[in-house]
Nanobody, 118 residues
């Protein structure tokens, strides 16, 4: 199983980035997908998730209204559109796949670094 995240980079505060995560080695449509992040010196935290069909989405309060998670089951890809970025959004962003959506033992991607300069 591979989850390949991309799209990170350096952006100014107020700017936007779109992260992508391409999944292989599992039946993508059977898995709920999520994005998590880990800032320097902090624990990994939940950012957003989307159900198997894309019918429901969930967000951390800190990103609600600014970030949008979506998926394309035909392309085995999950996206995270990030708008109005803030310096506190700086972190390594990880995509995850979980059959049960409890995120106890998900498959993890390798992470992509997002740096927001103020």
């Amino acid at each position: 199983v591979q989850l390949q995240a991309s799209g990170g980079g350096l952006v100014q505060a107020g700017g936007s980035l779109r992260l992508s995560c391409v999944v292989s080695g599992l039946t993508f449509s059977y898995y709920n997908m999520g994005w998590f992040r880990q800032a320097p010196g902090k624990e990994r935290e939940f950012v957003a998730s989307i159900t198997k069909t894309g019918g429901s989405t969930y967000y951390a309060d800190s990103v609600k209204g600014r970030f949008t998670i979506s998926r394309d089951n035909a392309k085995n890809t999950v996206y995270l559109q990030m708008n109005s970025l803030k310096s506190e959004d700086t972190a390594v962003y990880y995509c995850a796949a979980d059959h049960n959506m409890d995120w106890v033992t998900p498959y993890w991607g390798q992470g992509t670094l997002v740096t927001v300069s103020s």
